[in-house]
């Protein structure tokens, strides 16, 4: 298979992020996925980078699926890691404990200490590309990473993300390992205190750092030394970093101010010339025609989702009573995902009601539509706005039409108080059965709160449509309660089982979305998190973080469906 076909055999889903370094895109190919897409221009595409990450099996790092050529771009894909990144997840709950911040960091360092290892600089470690997952932190997105060039002066292109990026990529020196120390110990920092250290807020970042109440004189020692201006005087490794934060990593950077790692030789360019085919995890090459069609392979059938509502106490299927934390265990799990989009759906024709709110206020509405039209509806949703401005919301999703409709999507668009448009996100969801309703939640919004807002089913294409009425696969969930996700916030945790499953696939996981009711039985905040999906009659724990979540709620549902 030519590139050109496999590259459009992929299915955009989402673009989350365009700059000088490429697109970045949530994609699928056929029913598998999602993955991580990196469209790469030629003249920036670092190829050895890419083959030499396929053959490191650091768990902190990203997993490369396959690597492709296109006229004017290099192609990476890689797997797609659910959970939030560290700035949405300051902007949810604010600066973070020293203990909480030092592990992520910790974590960050092994990750880091992986690519040095390999000789690779990754050159952007920042808030947008770390994501925290069920199991920690993840350093992704090695767009601009390179290998360090023996006798170069300074890095021929200068990038990275003001205010982490460290002084030698504005052309002061070349990049070594202690470049991304540096970034690291600004990361450390943002953690800390929960501003970031560029401008328009690098005083207040200092100010924060030198206040004692804010941050302890020793950590604030740490990350002075590590964000030093002279590479000199910085930590001279991941590893080195590590251990003044009390913890042990593998030592990788033997040559952090040397040459490269003794796994590569040669120059850069004869490193990038030796990568020919799509890369695939473990570092052997297939042909590109292998890979789709293993890809191909695991394409399937979607479950249908089915619902269950549950509660807290007694798990008799009414809505979930609240209950105290504090006598049952907690639970470590996964950070609520941004789902992923379906940008080429067309647009919907029905409409649903906005509310207004504002300062982390809900706002609730009912949708009405023309069922000729449009089969779905959005019955209810609620949401609620955090201080940093970013919404979590939740909504009823009807299914209005005699036959499932498969990928069902709805439009979240928030206004300020005139009116105008703040944000725009489209949502898609698996599917939803004939004549059933399918609740779900997420986040969105770009750091404003609105005003108001709308959610707007999007009218299905032919496509979409099944021959099915009934759902193929089933859960129930049981134990649901609240409890401390160890950080100052609250998860939702419980057990999901899998009563029925018709054979979809998909990724093999569970979404498990929580819906917070007032006493008037409106929503008003909503949260998701991930479970691997239990083999049927089986069961699995789950837990929900609920970030910013009202502790004045009356009472919460969990709902279940196929990923």
């Not at 006798?151 to 002061?172: C, K, R, S, V, W």
């Not at 909504?395 to 206004?415: C, H």
Request: a negative charge; charged letters at 20%.
């Amino acid at each position: 298979m030519h590139a050109m076909d496999l590259d459009d055999a992929y299915r955009v889903e989402r673009v989350l992020a365009r700059g000088a370094g490429g697109v970045t895109e949530i994609v699928t190919l056929g029913e598998s996925g999602p993955f991580v897409r990196k469209r790469i221009p030629s003249k920036l595409a670092r190829r050895g980078v890419w083959g030499t990450l396929a053959e490191c099996d650091s768990a902190r790092l990203p997993h490369v699926i396959a690597t492709y050529e296109m006229p004017d771009e290099f192609v990476a894909v890689c797997d797609f890691v659910p959970g939030e990144n560290l700035e949405q997840l300051l902007s949810a709950r604010g600066r973070l404990a020293e203990t909480d911040a030092t592990r992520l960091v910790v974590q960050l360092c092994e990750a880091a200490a992986a690519l040095h290892a390999h000789g690779i600089i990754h050159r952007d470690i920042s808030p947008t590309n770390v994501i925290v997952a069920a199991d920690g932190a993840h350093l992704i997105d090695l767009g601009i990473a390179r290998f360090r060039a023996e006798g170069a002066t300074h890095d021929t292109t200068q990038l990275g993300t003001p205010g982490f990026a460290a002084p030698e990529q504005h052309g002061f020196a070349q990049t070594d390992a202690r470049t991304d120390v540096y970034s690291l110990g600004r990361v450390l920092g943002y953690l800390l205190t929960g501003v970031r250290p560029e401008m328009p807020d690098a005083a207040e970042y200092e100010q924060a750092l030198a206040d004692e109440k804010i941050v302890s004189p020793q950590m604030r020692a740490i990350v002075e030394r590590a964000s030093a201006f002279e590479p000199s005087a910085r930590y001279q490794s991941a590893a080195e970093l590590a251990r003044a934060l009390g913890a042990e990593v593998a030592d990788a950077a033997a040559s952090a101010t040397g040459s490269t790692a003794t796994t590569m030789s040669g120059t850069e360019d004869d490193a990038e010339s030796a990568v020919k085919g799509p890369a695939v995890t473990g570092g052997s090459h297939l042909p590109v025609v292998k890979v789709a069609l293993c890809a191909a392979l695991l394409i399937g059938l979607v479950g249908a989702i089915a619902l269950f509502v549950i509660d807290a106490v007694s798990g008799n299927g009414s809505t979930g009573g609240r209950t105290d934390g504090s006598d049952g265990g907690e639970s470590e799990g996964s950070i609520s995902a941004l789902f992923p989009d379906l940008d080429d759906l067309a647009d919907g024709n029905a409409s649903a009601g906005a509310g207004t709110g504002q300062n982390g206020s809900r706002a609730d509405g009912a949708g009405t539509q023309n069922a000729d039209e449009n089969p779905l509806e959005v019955v209810e949703f609620g949401w609620s706005a955090g201080s940093s401005g970013y919404i979590s919301y939740a909504f009823g999703l009807r299914n209005n039409a005699n036959t499932l409709i498969e990928y069902p999507a709805v439009t979240v668009t928030g206004r300020d108080a005139d009116g105008s448009v703040l944000f725009s996100d489209d949502w898609v969801v698996s599917e939803v059965a004939a004549g059933e309703t399918g609740y779900f939640a997420s986040i969105a919004g770009n750091g404003t709160a609105p005003a108001t807002v709308e959610i707007t089913p999007i009218a299905p294409d032919d496509y979409q449509y099944t021959s099915l009425s009934e759902a193929r696969t089933v859960f129930s969930v049981s134990g649901a309660r609240e409890v401390s996700d160890g950080f100052g916030g609250i998860q939702f945790v419980g057990e999901v089982t899998t009563e029925k499953d018709g054979g979809s696939t998909g990724m093999g996981q569970v979404i498990l979305s929580v819906v917070l009711r007032d006493e008037s039985g409106q929503i008003i905040y909503g949260a998701s998190g991930f479970a691997d999906r239990p083999a049927v009659g089986e069961t699995t724990s789950f837990a929900i973080d609920a970030f910013g979540a009202p502790r004045d709620y009356a009472s919460f549902e969990v709902y279940a469906c196929p990923w």
